[in-house]
């Protein structure tokens, strides 16, 4: 007999995040709404993670992998094993307002056509400035975050529809992304949440924002990847690229690419960027081959998903950094 489903269950994937992991749990121990189940997917921590959860946090259920697989397999592994209708995916270095889990479902479960629900992300150190208030994707194949180094300031109150969710901090309906395939796991980590919202949005699924607040320190982990997330973003973009956008596009793309590693040649990371878009290549292949399917079953066209828009300056959808300069290719982090 399996177990009956539940409403709403949180996955965490955590790779030796012991250092979040106490004010992240304590966070959603003080929901209003308090989820059904807390699922931690463990991607083969050594910093006493394990031990932490099982002597302080039996309740939650523990998944633990043996090395670190990524973030989009361990998300996927939470999904697989969630039992809830709606998937919250938090992230170790993510804490949450108290009422962040009732809004978010209020307004996922108000709209039948949305799939995923997108929260007001500012940052753990400084909460008057926005992190993140859901993702936007250029042509140029940038993927900006709405109000990223903003001051809070009310601007981004409003609730709505975005393009996409950072899955840092978001909720989803299991069905409909388990459908979709998940989470891709060749990005491994970073953009794996851009390429969901994109099929989600070829597939004919909106995305809602709900300004609920996730004070989020970013990169929580970012700093233990051998190259840091920088190689990544790199990889990663040209694979989306490669994956889902015309032919006609690649000409922005060009001019983002060009811009980029100028940026990277300033900031005397040149070679991280040339080794992440070396990467790209053995894996554009498979990329170009999915797109011919991903089109035959897209219900949207991508040039109404991804609309035109400015590639530079405040409409493009991206916010210059008034706090670090000079600004760094801008990406979704989770």
Not at 37 to 46: P, Q, T
Not at 313 to 333: D, F, L, V, W, Y
């Amino acid at each position: 007999m399996t177990d009956p489903p539940v409403a709403i269950s949180v996955v965490i994937p955590n790779w030796n995040g012991r250092r979040w992991l106490p004010a992240c749990l304590a966070s959603l121990a003080a929901q209003t709404l308090a989820p059904e189940e807390v699922i931690v997917v463990d991607n083969g921590s050594r910093d006493g993670s394990l031990e932490y959860l099982r002597a302080e946090h039996p309740q939650a259920r523990l998944l633990a992998l043996a090395v670190n697989t990524g973030f989009a397999h361990a998300a996927n592994r939470g999904l697989g094993a969630a039992r809830g209708d709606l998937i919250a995916l938090v992230n170790t270095d993510v804490v949450l307002a108290p009422d962040w889990l009732a809004r978010m479902a209020a307004a996922l479960t108000a709209d039948p056509g949305a799939a995923a629900a997108a929260g007001k992300m500012v940052s753990l150190a400084d909460p008057a400035i926005v992190y993140d208030a859901g993702d936007v994707l250029r042509r140029d194949g940038a993927c900006e975050q709405r109000g990223r180094f903003e001051a809070d300031d009310g601007s981004f109150d409003r609730p709505g529809e975005v393009f996409g969710a950072c899955a840092g901090a978001a909720l989803y309906r299991r069905d409909v992304v388990v459908a979709a395939g998940g989470f891709d796991e060749r990005y491994f980590a970073y953009l794996e949440d851009v390429d969901l919202a994109l099929r989600l949005r070829l597939a004919g699924w909106r995305c809602r924002y709900e300004p609920a607040v996730a004070r989020h320190a970013g990169g929580g982990s970012a700093e233990q990847l051998p190259y840091g997330h920088e190689y990544l973003v790199a990889r990663n973009t040209l694979v989306l690229v490669a994956k889902a956008f015309p032919a006609r596009w690649l000409p922005l793309v060009a001019y983002r690419q060009v811009a980029w590693g100028w940026h990277a040649w300033r900031e005397r990371r040149l070679g991280t960027h040339a080794r992440g878009l070396a990467a790209a290549a053995p894996m554009l292949p498979g990329a170009l081959r999915e797109r011919r399917a991903l089109r035959r079953r897209a219900r949207v066209p991508v040039h109404v998903v991804v609309p035109r828009r400015p590639i530079r300056g405040p409409r493009a959808g991206g916010h210059p950094s008034r706090r670090a300069a000079p600004r760094r290719p801008p990406t979704t982090t989770s």
